[in-house]
């Protein structure tokens, strides 16, 4: 959690630092409407700091979980705790709980402290979208790592090593933050193959976008990313924008051009939701598989 602070402070100062060179050189138009919200969106270094949330904040739920139940289960714990009248249901929730409570605690004071930063570093104050915008961004983090934690106290459950259950979580985690966006990738090349990658055709570059739209859905955190990007950038207008915008003929792009405002916030929710729901349902399914798991599970003394 330290190092998360300080690294989101880090990459909130690099990128108040460009806002302000921006405004300095009298680039307030551009930014209208959205330039607290470059705070989260701006890369800085590497990545801005919506990105390192969806890399490295997951690491945060694999902590508090990844020994929640067979840590207590090897010390002998678990069942003296069991042999009280305590459910096994009441158990597995006040994990779950105490975890997701910790988690968000702990996201509203790095996000209230780097709006603090923003307001004294920019010198700019949020409008009111931006507000509901950076709202929605809490919950739709809370719900990503939600989903990281049921995981790991999943993998607590089904493995009785501590050890193993770390290596489980960190070889997943791996795998959906760094490989899937990779095979996604190749997926939507196999199956949309281009007949001259050099000249698409637009029939072909939509039938990729789709391709890759639905492989990215099976991934929590492509879910995250394009809801992320929908939320804190008005000018976003979906997933698939970059594919949308290779179809447009040169007249349509000069409308584009002229026409660039950023969208309301009703309409990044319209945009968002799906993807919002589904991750809701990722975290809801890990859950229940915890507890499904969990309550049919010997828990012996010895």
């Known amino acids: 959690m330290s190092l998360i602070f300080m690294v989101s402070f880090l990459l909130t100062h690099l990128a108040g630092q460009g806002i302000r060179d921006v405004l300095a050189e009298g680039g307030s138009s551009y930014l209208e409407g959205r330039t607290f919200l470059l705070l989260f969106t701006a890369p800085a270094g ?16 694999i902590v ?29 929730l006040g994990k779950y709980l105490a ?18 930063m923003g307001l004294v570093g920019v010198g700019v104050v949020p409008t009111f979208d931006e507000c509901r915008r950076l709202m929605v961004f809490y919950f739709l983090t809370l719900i990503y ?7 790991s106290i999943l993998l607590s459950i089904l493995f009785r090593s501590v050890a193993t259950s770390a290596m489980a979580a960190a070889a997943l985690w791996i795998l959906v933050i760094f490989f899937l966006p990779v095979l996604s990738q190749a997926a939507a090349a196999t199956l949309a193959p281009f007949a001259d990658p050099q000249r698409p055709r637009a029939e072909e570059l939509e039938r990729f976008s789709r391709v890759h739209k639905a492989a990215t859905m099976a991934s929590p955190t492509g879910l995250y990313s394009q809801s992320a990007a929908a939320l804190l950038d008005p000018t976003h207008r979906g997933s698939d924008q970059a ?25 990044s929710m319209l945009i968002v939701m799906p993807d919002i729901l589904l991750l809701a349902c990722f975290s809801i399914l890990t859950f229940i598989l915890s507890y499904t798991v969990f309550v049919r599970q010997e828990v012996r003394s010895v």
Do not use: C
Request: proline share 2%; hydrophobic share 50%; glycine share 10%.
């Open 46 to 61: 590497w990545f801005s700091l919506a990105v390192f949330l969806s890399l490295f904040g997951p690491l945060v739920s």
């Open 64 to 92: 508090l979980g990844f020994d929640s139940i067979n840590r207590e289960r090897n010390q002998g714990t678990l069942s003296k705790i069991l042999s009280q009248p305590v459910h096994r249901d009441e158990v597995i």
């Open 99 to 116: 975890g997701l409570i910790t988690i968000a605690v702990t996201l509203a004071a790095l996000l209230l402290l780097l709006t603090g």
């Open 145 to 151: 790592l939600g989903f990281w934690l049921g995981l």
């Open 243 to 267: 594919f949308r915008v290779a179809l447009m003929s040169r007249l349509d792009r000069y409308l584009l051009s002229r026409f660039q405002g950023g969208i309301s916030f009703g309409q």
